[in-house]
């Protein structure tokens, strides 16, 4: 675990956040230690709910998928973020129970090619796991089902979507967000003790997404010239979505025209034929 200053600097924590997070640094160290014994088992959880659930990407409706455990930085990061933002929600996160508040210790990406695709994935994913809204999560710690064997779907299913998309979403199936500029499904499932979080978006939004993480978020998010570049490529990538899914219908359509075609043509050729049939009979008697 390195020195807390350099841990500051390197994740751009100002002191005066970090007292507002009112978690002290030994606390956080003993998080750590505790987080390196369990992210082999974690891994091997995430491993085994790929291989389960979306190893079959027909079957699941996508396209492809990755996985990861979140790194030990970006923990600790999140939890001085999370105590400073919502000091009330996450005023009992500790050593003992850190697992039961962070909800993406185990990270699954899923991408799909086409936007509408999110339909199929989502009815096969609510279909896998019991989704009954009197299960979801309120209280982190109250609502903690400590069953390793009972998976279910633990939060009620949401998309974040840009304004002006296309409304392709049903809010009464998943809850709908607006505002912002970030585009995805996300899913909290818990899973063999721990939760797992899944976010499922197209590739053109995981480019985009990929390359605002990199640069943009979260430690140059006051950067106005990064944000507007990262906001342009943003809605660029809605475009190529939207170019996307206008492909497929242009390509259903035209070999929608064909089969027609093909049934007119094949028509006429068995009325000709018949005729010729009936030509030649009469020129034999």
């Known amino acids: 675990m390195m020195e807390r200053d350099l841990f500051l600097r390197k994740y751009r924590i100002e002191q005066e956040d970090f007292d507002a997070a009112g978690v002290s640094w030994e606390e956080l ?14 891994r091997e959880i995430g491993k085994d709910f790929v291989d389960k659930y979306l190893y079959d990407i027909e079957k ?13 930085g970006h923990l600790l990061e999140k939890i001085i973020r999370k105590k400073k933002e919502q000091p009330e929600k996450f005023a009992q996160l500790g050593v003992d129970n850190y697992w039961k508040y962070v909800t993406d210790l185990i990270g699954i990406r899923v991408f799909f090619l086409y936007r509408e695709d999110w339909r199929h994935f ?6 896998a796991f019991e989704n009954a809204p009197e299960q979801y999560v309120k209280d982190r710690e109250r609502d903690f089902d400590n069953d390793e064997t009972h998976c279910y ?4 299913p949401k998309v974040y979507r840009r304004n002006g998309d296309s409304r392709i979403y049903d809010e009464n199936v998943i809850e709908i967000k607006s505002g912002g500029i970030y585009r995805s499904l996300h899913y909290i499932i818990k899973y063999r003790g721990y939760y797992v979080e899944i976010q499922a978006r197209t590739l053109f939004e995981e480019g985009w997404s990929e390359v ?67 030509l030649l009979g009469k020129e034999e008697r």
Do not use: C, W
């Not at 699941?60 to 030990?72: D, E, L, M, N, P």
């Not at 943009?216 to 979505?241: C, E, I, Q, T, W």
């Not at 359509?253 to 027609?260: A, C, D, N």
């Open 29 to 42: 160290t003993a998080i750590a230690d505790h987080y390196a014994t369990i992210e082999g088992k974690l």
């Open 60 to 72: 699941a409706g996508i396209h492809s998928y990755r996985y990861r455990t979140k790194a030990q």
């Open 122 to 127: 989502h009815e096969y994913i609510t279909s």
């Open 153 to 156: 779907i633990a939060e009620r």
């Open 212 to 278: 605002d993480h990199d640069i943009v978020y979260p430690y140059h998010k006051d950067d106005v010239m990064l944000r507007d570049f990262s906001r342009l490529l943003n809605r660029l990538s809605g475009m190529a979505d939207e170019m996307s899914s206008y492909f497929r219908r242009m390509k259903v359509e035209k070999e929608f025209e064909e089969v027609l075609l093909g049934e007119y043509k094949e028509d006429k050729e068995a009325k000709l034929l018949a005729s010729m049939r009936e």
